[in-house]
């Protein structure tokens, strides 16, 4: 079962839906993020990246932009969405791209992608190296709350064109799992079923900022994305960590 592949047609129509449009997204990591801590930021390298529509804003906003992920996919959509072509193939929990940045993103609970801890150990690691001294990181995750929220009971359906989008979240060991069902109507008016799966997993906000804190990060703010103050009912939570030493 793949993971992404088909998907990626409908994620950027559900994901940023009316209970979630991204222009508001947009202000708030150009705006309440990047201007207010960064104000003098050029270059950002956007990690997990995917979509395009967060990089061609960055670009609009006249940011220099360097996009990585880890799905060829991915790249390639991207590529023929932006005319920017600063895009490199790799996983965020091991690279090296022999330069430094002003700010690392890591947007919209990609970060969660990363199923052990160990792993996000290794990304905190690689934005450390990749970041200059004193300049930023932000990343956001989906809480431990929202998962087991998501978990329980839930089933989102969507339509678009003449496909229907069926969306699962189960409970596995030590992660969590999406179930995409996709119906997907073929030439000959049958609908095909396209499933596929999707690992995510959070981790305790107490431990990340440990860690983030171990690994010689400053951890200037933690932001409710959707209520401003974090509290044990947040679902999507930023960090925004600088880098304090060399
Ligand atoms: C939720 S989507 C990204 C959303 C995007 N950041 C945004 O704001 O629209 C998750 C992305 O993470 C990428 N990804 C998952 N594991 C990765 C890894 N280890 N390294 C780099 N990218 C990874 C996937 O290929 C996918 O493009």
């Not at 207010?36 to 990246?49: F, V």
């Not at 799992?177 to 997907?184: A, P, T």
Request: charged fraction near 30%; proline fraction near 1%; aromatic fraction near 18%.
């Amino acid at each position: 079962m793949k993971t992404y592949n088909v998907f990626l047609d409908y994620y950027d129509k559900i994901v940023r839906s009316v209970n979630n449009p991204i222009e508001e997204e947009l202000d708030f990591l150009i705006n309440d993020c990047l201007k207010k801590y960064l104000p003098n930021a050029h270059s950002i390298l956007e990690t997990a990246c995917w979509t395009w529509v967060i990089a061609r804003e960055l670009i609009a906003n006249w940011y220099k932009v360097t996009w990585l992920d880890i799905s060829e996919e991915m790249l390639e959509k991207a590529k023929e969405n932006i005319w920017e072509k600063n895009i490199v193939l790799w996983d965020m929990t091991n690279f090296d791209l022999k330069t430094n940045f002003d700010s690392i993103l890591c947007n919209y609970n990609s970060i969660c992608h990363l199923l052990s801890w160990q792993e996000w150990q290794n990304f905190f690691d690689m934005s450390f190296k990749h970041l200059k001294t004193w300049w930023i990181l932000i990343f956001d995750i989906n809480t431990i709350f929202e998962f087991e929220n998501i978990t329980r009971d839930f089933a989102q359906f969507y339509n678009y064109w003449d496909d229907t989008v069926c969306l699962e979240m189960f409970k596995q060991n030590w992660y969590y799992e999406w179930l995409v069902k996709i119906f997907k109507k073929s030439k000959d008016n049958k609908y095909d079923l396209i499933e596929e799966i999707i690992k995510e997993n959070s981790f305790e906000i107490n431990k990340i900022k440990k860690q983030l804190k171990e690994k010689w990060f400053e951890i200037l703010d933690i932001i409710d994305y959707h209520y401003k103050e974090v509290n044990e009912n947040s679902e999507r939570v930023y960090f925004i960590c600088k880098k304090i030493i060399n």
